[in-house]
Structures are given as C-alpha cells and as structure tokens.
C-alpha cells in the first residue's frame, strides 16, 4: 500500500469545524489526481509567549555581571600592564603601560553591549540574540567575544614581534592581520547573508579613518610617530572591522549547527591566540625555534582551541544532546580564556625555571611572579572562563590578588634585593652564625640590663657598667642596634642560602601540596566543578577539578621562587604575607557560592561562616608550617639545630607562628560545632509541622534567569 502524500498547506480547503483560545480544527477536504478525495481532519495549535520586559531589577543583576566583568579585567590588565611596562625599558615605560590599560579597559563598555544596527541582509530570520535566554542574565556578545579572541591577542603578538626585532610589526605582518578577517565575506555571501548599504558605508567609513590617522601620524607625530603609523592606523581597523563582523555573528544558543560562514569566521579569528602563544615559545626556552618547529607549534595550538568545537558541531555524540554548542564567539564558552590561561601558565613556568640560576638576572621574573599569582587566583574556582569573572566575588578576588601582588613582591624589589638572591651556600653559615651571636647579644644585653639595677645601687662601679655595656653592644657601625640587628636577621634568613630559585621554587610547590593534599583531594575526588554552565563539554568540569587541586602548587612556587624578594625578613613574615594576599581572594571567591541568591541554591550566612572559616584554616595551616619548614632548612644548610634559630624556651618563639594555627583550627572548629548547634536548635518540636529544611548551600551551575 502507497504511504499518502503528506499534505501541502496550498491544497487544504474547508470549513472551520471547531475554534478555541488555542486550537483551530478544520474539516479539510483534498482533491488529487493520484487517488480519491480525502477529508481528514487538521488541527492547528498556537502558543503566545510573553517576554517580561527589564525591570530595575533585572537592569541592576546586569549591570553587577558586567562591572564584575569590568573589575577582573583591571585587575588583569594592571599585571599585565606591569610586565609590559618592566620588557619595553624605562624610556618608554610611561605610554606602554597606559596602552596596555587602554586596550584592557576597552572590554568594559563592550561587555554591556554595541548599538546593533541593520548591517547585514540574510536569507533567514535569526532571532539576534547575545548567546543566553532570560532577561536576567547578561549574555556577553560576538563584539566582546572577538574583542577578547582576535584584537587583545593580535595586538600581543605585536608586542611579542616587537620584543624580538626592538621595532614595529612588518608590513607583512599587518597586512595579514587585517586582512584576515575579511576573509569571512565570501562564505557570508555564500549562505546569503550579505551587507547592508548601511553596512558598507560603515566599512568603508572605518577605512578612511584609519587612513587618516595613519598619514597623521606619519605626517605630524615626530620621529616615534612615523614608526608606529602604520601599527596605529592597522590596529584602529582591525578593532572596526571586528565590530562590523560581530553583528554578523549573533546568534542564540540552539542546537543547530554552526553555519557556514560561522566556521570559517572560526577558523580565521582563533589563529591570533594560537600564533600569539607561539610566539611566546622563543622567549621562554631562550633559543629560536626552527621554521618547522614553529608551524607545529602553531598548528597545534590551533587544532586545540578551535577542533573541539568543529568536532562537536559535526559529530554529536562528542558533547552530548544536552549541550547546545550556538557560535563559538558568544556566551560563556570557557575554551579559549582557559587555554590561554594554562598555556600562559606553562610558558612562565618555563621561562622561570629556565632563568632560576643562582646569578641569573631576568628583567622580566618580577613582573612573571604577579602574574602567576593572578593565574593562580584565576584557577581557585577551577578553569578561568567569562562565567567566573563574572562572579563579583571571583572578580573582586583577582583584582585584590593584583593588588596584593605589589605587597608581596615590591616593585623594584628584583634589584634592591638581587644581593639577597646571589647568597652562596658557603656566606650563608658565616651570616646565621653572625645572625645567632648578635641576637644573643642582643638578649643578653636585656639582661643585663634588668639585673644589674641592684648591683649599680650597691656595689657595682659605673665605670665597669660602661665597660660592660659596651662590650655587649650589637656589632656594626651603620644605623642603631635593632637596626644592625634587623639586617643581620634579613641577610641570614632572608636569602636562599645558596640553593638556585629553580629548585626552591619547585621545592615550595612540592610542600605546599602535601601539606593542602587532604582538603584538596577531597575537592577533587567529591566537590563539584564551579562555573560550568549547567554541562562541561570538551572534558572541562575534570579540567576545572584539576585546576582547582592544582592551583594551590603554584601558591608554593612563587613562595620558593620569589623567597629573597617577597616582604618580609624571615620566613614566618614571608610566609604571612603570602597569606595576607592568598587569604582574602580565596575568601572572596567562596563567599558568594554560600550566600548570594544568585549563585546558591540555599544561601546561608551560617553556612558562609562555617565555610570561610574552614578556608581560613585552610590557607593558614600549611601558609605557617611551610613557613617554620622554610626556617628548618635554613638552620641545617648552615649546620646550626633549629633551637639555635628559634629558641623554644621563649614562649613568643612558639606561640607567634603556631599560635595562629591553632587559633585559626580552634575557630573553624567552633564554627563548625555552634552552626550545628544552632542548626538543632531551630527544628520544631516532635510532632509539629516543620517547614521544608535548609539544605546546605551549593554552588548554581547555571546562571540566574
């Protein structure tokens, strides 16, 4: 039997045989050559749905994404801008940092959104959507995507051209970056989407002013301003081009696939990020690659930012049906910030290892140190992604850890404490023992002080009390006694006693975790990933877990590497000011998965006490004991007894550094224990009826709607 021929609206006709609110059923009737007449019935559904315009509210909820949005950005752009301020050399200093500031703060207006005007004609409707549903969330935009994934990596790849040649990009290399994006409007002709007059006016209007600002520069800006004309006027169109091409690429999150033009716009704005890192490469291992090394090295990089996500668009099972790929240019897709993240991680690793001699002198390892600090902040949470920055918390815990950064590690602190770097292991004995004798002078003298008060009133001559007070006088000629003293502790526990910052850098990053692995394995093994998004494709919820156990590895690093330059003269206040920068952002990364309704499924405040006083412990347990572990090393490489460093006999030489652990256990400990006191206390009595119980507070996967 022939399957009948599905119906075609053009060949319905007939009355309408019932209505209501909702349905519509018509008693059709359809005549056709290829059989008999047919009267079936056909019914048509509708179904209205109401879109709730902005509240205050809601503009508000956007408004606190996008300045969270806006203050992690500054706090990334500051360390950055300090490392691009400390390679370029004191001349110019100045205007690279505020150029480097400029080009971050940029990402700040982008993220609340670009007047979309009519600048492109396609063949089909599309709804123009930034990449989320729901009024409520901010959906961050193809702009700001291309923006953080085309322009902030093109213009470092400059930078990092600019570094090996000491001058501006060539003019090959301009010409293939603004030119690439142009690229996308063949395949955009090709699925009918097509520029508006409008559109081509604007084009050609961004043109003609970066032309403009070219030849004035070239014309009028001096002997500087004829060099970079030619950067300027490119960088100016490349950022007006990527505005024009970003309102072709809005598109909402749909299970559709991506669309022609959509890959190609893939395949041409991935390859700055990938060439930027490869560029990277030379400077960190210090030797230049070879031009096929170099292409590996790219294509690799290229292959892993942008297969995952032509692999998922073209074989389904990958990511799984829950998963709605939409354009890779808008959302929260975490990809390409927490490839960047870990391979800018992996590069400052190396290059610090590389240059970690114990006279190796690197201009730029100070300004690396702030900048792995941020990473490590950055990675708190789990990988890096536009769905944390978000997160006032997470934001305001990075622009604290670049703050911070500036209090650990001074500036200038690579040369005012380079003599502290370059201790060898053989002045390291002569220095603690020098240290060990004048503070048993110093202590000596204070009592001698107290018990000679009696004597002088009796029958100790003042002549021989002066003979006496001075022979007990700390040894030096600079300053006043505690000053001579604060300099004999600092050059005998303020140095790495010879050891290369290599080792010790790897050495504090070997302590640190064994001394976090209980807390952190458990995260890793039973805690849920942050920040996801509701699914974690391309394996990213394991990474975000191994990130998050990680992370706390390079906490120990940078105290190891960075030991002679961080504040402080002994390892208890160096170890304290790590603590005093790690502290307050792990808190303020935690704090809102506890108690903002916007990211917990159960706020409570006494679950955020309980929480952020067990982080406290946390953080202040294996701060302080690597701290006492550090002073033990540094007592056996001069081959002196812990005792003869810290005296255990003096009640302040305990409870100063184990003090503060034991305080900091005893309060989340009490924490623990008057929460659930408190939690028992609340429940009704037997047998009356008991509102639903609070369930301890989780972090929301998802954004609020």
Not at 90 to 105: D, K
Not at 369 to 374: A, C, E, M, Q, T
Not at 398 to 405: D, E, F, T
Not at 519 to 534: I, P
Request: proline fraction near 7%.
């Amino acid at each position: 039997m022939t399957a009948p021929r599905p119906f075609v609206l053009h060949e319905i006709r007939g009355p309408v045989e019932s209505q209501s609110p909702d349905t519509i059923t018509w008693k059709v009737t359809r005549a056709s050559g290829a059989g008999p007449a047919v009267a079936p019935s056909v019914r048509l559904h509708t179904a209205v749905e109401t879109k709730e315009s902005f509240t205050l509210r809601q503009w508000s909820m956007r408004f606190e994404r996008v300045t969270a949005f806006g203050v992690a950005a500054c706090g990334i752009g500051l360390v950055a801008a300090l490392l691009v301020a400390r390679l370029v050399g004191p001349a110019v200093r100045r205007n690279w940092w505020v150029a480097t500031m400029v080009l971050a703060a940029i990402a700040y207006p982008l993220a609340f959104g670009v007047p979309e005007p009519q600048l492109f004609h396609t063949a089909t409707t599309t709804p123009r959507d930034g990449g989320g549903s729901g009024v409520r969330t901010w959906a961050p935009g193809p702009v700001l995507g291309l923006w953080l994934w085309y322009v902030l990596p093109v213009a470092g790849w400059w930078f990092s051209r600019r570094l090996a040649t000491g001058g501006p990009p060539s003019r090959r290399v301009l010409a293939v970056s603004g030119v690439m994006p142009l690229l996308i409007l063949p395949a955009m002709a090709g699925s009918g989407t097509v520029p508006s007059p409008a559109g081509w006016w604007l084009l050609a209007g961004i043109g003609a002013l970066a032309v403009t600002v070219t030849l004035a520069m070239r014309h009028g800006g001096g002997r500087v301003g004829r060099r970079w004309a030619a950067t300027a006027g490119m960088l100016l169109w490349i950022a007006g081009l990527t505005y024009w091409v970003g309102h072709s690429l809005s598109r909402p999150y749909s299970g559709s696939a991506l669309a022609g033009y959509e890959v190609v716009a893939l395949l041409v704005c991935t390859w700055p990020a990938a060439a930027w890192l490869t560029s990277l490469v030379e400077p960190a291992l210090g030797r230049t690659l070879y031009t096929g090394d170099r292409a590996g090295c790219f294509s690799l990089l290229w292959l892993v930012l942008m297969g995952p996500f032509l692999a998922a668009d073209a074989v389904e099972w990958i990511v799984g049906d829950a998963y709605s790929m939409g354009s890779p240019f808008t959302g929260y897709v975490g990809l390409p910030f927490c490839l960047m993240t870990v391979c800018g991680v992996i590069l400052q690793l190396v290059y610090l290892l590389r240059r970690g001699g114990l006279r190796d002198r690197g201009r730029a390892m100070e300004p690396v140190g702030r900048v792995l600090l941020v990473c490590a902040v950055l990675m708190a949470l789990g990988y890096p992604s536009l769905r944390t920055l978000t997160m006032w918390g997470d934001a305001l815990a990075v622009l604290w850890a670049a703050l911070g950064s500036w209090l650990l590690i001074p500036v200038g602190s690579g040369v005012t404490a380079a003599k502290f770097r370059r201790v060898e292991k053989r002045s390291h004995a002569p220095f603690m023992s020098r240290w060990v004798r004048t503070q048993l002078l110093w202590d000596t003298r204070a009592d001698f002080q107290r018990a000679s008060r009696t004597a002088l009133a009796e029958d100790m001559p003042v002549p021989d009390f002066d003979d006496r007070w001075k022979e007990l006088d700390v040894p030096g000629r600079c300053g006043d006694p505690a000053t001579r003293l604060a300099r004999a502790k600092r050059f005998a526990l303020g140095t790495s006693a010879g050891a290369a910052p290599g080792k010790e850098g790897l050495l504090g990053a070997l302590f640190m975790q064994v001394l976090v692995l209980p807390w952190a394995a458990y995260q890793l093994l039973f805690a849920e990933a942050v920040g996801t998004d509701g699914s974690g494709p391309f394996a990213l919820e394991e990474i975000s877990k191994l990130l998050r156990f990680g992370h706390w590895a390079l906490y120990g690093f940078v105290f190891g590497y960075f030991y002679a330059l961080l504040r402080g003269s002994t390892p208890i206040a160096k170890a304290a000011a790590l603590m005093a920068v790690v502290l307050p952002a792990e808190l303020l990364a935690m704090i809102p998965l506890t108690a903002d309704p916007e990211y917990a499924l159960n706020p409570s405040w006494n679950d955020m006490a309980v929480t952020c006083g067990v982080l406290a412990g946390q953080i202040l347990v294996p701060c302080m004991v690597l701290g006492l572990v550090w002073e033990w090393r540094l007592a056996r490489a001069a081959a002196l007894k812990w005792s003869q460093v810290r005296n255990f006999r003096r009640l302040s030489s305990i409870t100063v550094p184990l003090g503060t652990v034991l305080v900091a256990a005893a309060t989340a400990f009490a924490t623990v224990v008057a929460g659930a006191w408190a939690q028992q206390e609340l429940q009704p009595p037997p047998g009356s009826p008991s509102p639903s119980s609070t369930a301890p507070a989780q972090p929301v996967h998802q954004p609020a709607r």
